[in-house]
């Protein structure tokens, strides 16, 4: 039976991609010059993973990359090799390679061989340049690299014998030692004995056991690290004797006998690392390591993962409450089959309980989307480190809140947002140490990237302590663009606000990495997008901070059901401030400007839901005769006139997009208990609209003026 490989390929990508952050995070942390070995050891580990992973799949040029980087892992782990920036620079940039390649790889596209050669040959070049930091371990041999002026100059390494005798078990743990002298045979010129001699008769042979072992000599320039590598694997699962073939110049070649020979006289040379021939029709081996087959490709998939892990103990609840809700509905069976009046209280009885559980099923599925904020926080360690290293800054970064846990599909849209402000922050926050010290500073600066829980949203700020945003630079350029009117009084908040603005920007030069008047609008509508809003603190000279507040989840909001005639809408709760009866003496008109009314200090618009949306058959035609509900979004904040609040409720977002199209004013759609369709409100864009309709009716008031 031949055993489909493909269907573990999206396992293994996930771990390595899961192991490449892992990597990423190490190197990041490294102290240059000390030794740290648990650090390094873990980037090994992650980077043999994948070596061992891609070797097992066919994917060649990713293993045979990935051997060069655990080349320089071990010698720095062996503490042969110091530590130093370069090396850390040369590995980071390796681990983008590697990304790239497995990308590539998953979506069945081509490797960019130019690109995987650039580093490999940097990584050859750090190796070569020796980057010792002592001497060579005892009993270590020496081996010599090309160009290698360190080497010893008496003797030349010829080569290595190997004596491989695998457990009789180790078939069965999925290895293979046609594949381990295939990757022998890359390393250099490879002879095989095999013996026999522990091979059962035929009638006990069991085709899954291993009863043969071998005599292997490979001959080339090759270090006792590759040699190493290549038995990794199996190093539990045999007995392995390893012995270094040296010869003096001019003198042959000698070895000493180490007495595990047990092999037959005749010898296997295994040019493209098979045991066999080759079958009948197919090219010789020899040929077939000339031309070298490309890497396999994995069966077509976007690079985004759809797939997440989820914690046994959620999945344990979930069966849990499945459980409870099959014992409730046997019950509301049997109350069906044998109901009469007496059985009411037991009906509602169970009636409530099918409630409790639906909800607590609910809340257990929803559960299992949300992941931890930490899938989007990892990948900013990364991007500080570049880029404050480009403009010449000093930035540390600090994390908090990690494992605060959001909604999948809000980690993968707010990924963007977030590199937008803190690039912004690395940009435009921070100054340059010089600046920093000027101003009585530490010339090292610092961003904050903080998340938790309030309410029923989960709060995100990046926070910086550079010179914050100067409110009367801001106020000038949005007037020198035309974007404000003179003379205006604005509040903090409402300059703040004006960065949001398509095309604004105070930047005095442009860059690769803000100031080019895009960007900031977009990442407001980005997060409208997820139902969420961004605020701003900030003061000049101190620092600002910017939240993000987003709903938990995408698929469920808490609402509130109010009436516009026959109409029913869904308010989200998070939106609604108050709700109060407006009399004639609060309101005030302003001809072709709509309506406004007085709220303790500040006047409000106000939006009549009814001419919003086009319903008839209201009840209630004067501001008097119903009910007005203070609303914000985007920090504005207006009034909607209603008929009337019905009931808070929890419901279930359908996309109105994807079912139907787009309109303006509104965020999607549910389906209500009585069957009915209710439309959930936007309220950033209901405010865009009733600007829109407003702006309208100016035009036509000064027209007929």
Known sequence: MTIDMAQFHQVFFEESFEGLDAMESGLLNLDMGDFDAEAINTIFRATHSIKGGSGTFGFTEVAEFTHVM??????????????????VEILLGSVDCLREMLTAIQSSQEIDSARVAEHKQALDRELDSGGVAGSVLANEPAFQRPGDASAVADTVVQGWR??????????????????MFRELAELGELTVKVDFQGVPDFQQLDPEECHLSWDLQITGDISREQIDDVFDWVEEDCDLAVQQLTAQPGVEEKSEDTGQDRSEPAVQKLQAAEVASPPNNEEPASRRREQK?????????PAGSSSIRVDTEKIDNLINMVGELVITQSMLSLVGEQFSINRMDQLKSGLAQLERHTRELQESVMNIRMLPINFVFTRFPRLVHDLSAKMGKKIILEMTGEQTEVDKTVIELISDPLVHLVRNSLDHGIEMPEQRLAAGKPETGRITLNAYHRGGNIVIEVCDDGRGLDKEKLLAKAIEKGLVEDNIPMTDQ??????????????????????RGVGMDVVRKNIQTLGGNIEIQSEQGRGSVFAIHLPLTLAILDGQSIAV???????????????????EDMVNRVAGKGETFRLREEYLPIIRMHEIFGVENVRAKKLCEG????????????????????????????????????????S???????????????????????????????Q??????
């Open 70 to 87: 655990e080349a320089l892992l071990d010698e720095m782990r062996d503490g042969r090799r110091q530590v130093t920036q370069g090396a």
């Open 162 to 179: 190997i004596a491989f005798s695998p457990h009789v078990h180790l078939l069965k743990t999925g290895n293979d030692p046609v594949r």
């Open 293 to 301: 087959p490309a890497a396999k490709k994995a069966p077509a998939k």
């Open 494 to 515: 409402q300059v703040f606000e004006l960065i949001f603005m398509p095309g604004f920007s105070t930047a005095e030069q442009l860059s690769d990495i803000s100031g």
């Open 565 to 583: 005639g026959d109409e029913t809408y869904i308010v989200p709760l998070v939106s609604i401030i108050e709700s109060i009866n407006v009399s």
């Open 627 to 666: 009910l007005v509900v203070v609303v914000e979004g985007q920090g504005v904040r207006c009034g909607l006139f209603i008929d009337d609040l019905l009931s808070q409720q929890q419901v279930v977002i359908k996309s109105l997009e994807a079912n139907f199209r787009r309109v303006e004013g509104v």
């Open 668 to 698: 999607g759609a549910t389906i209500l208990g009585d069957g009915s369709v209710a439309l959930i409100l936007d309220i950033p864009g209901l405010v865009r609209l009733s600007n829109q309709q407003a702006a309208k009716a100016q």
């Open 700 to 705: 036509s008031y000064a027209e007929t003026a």
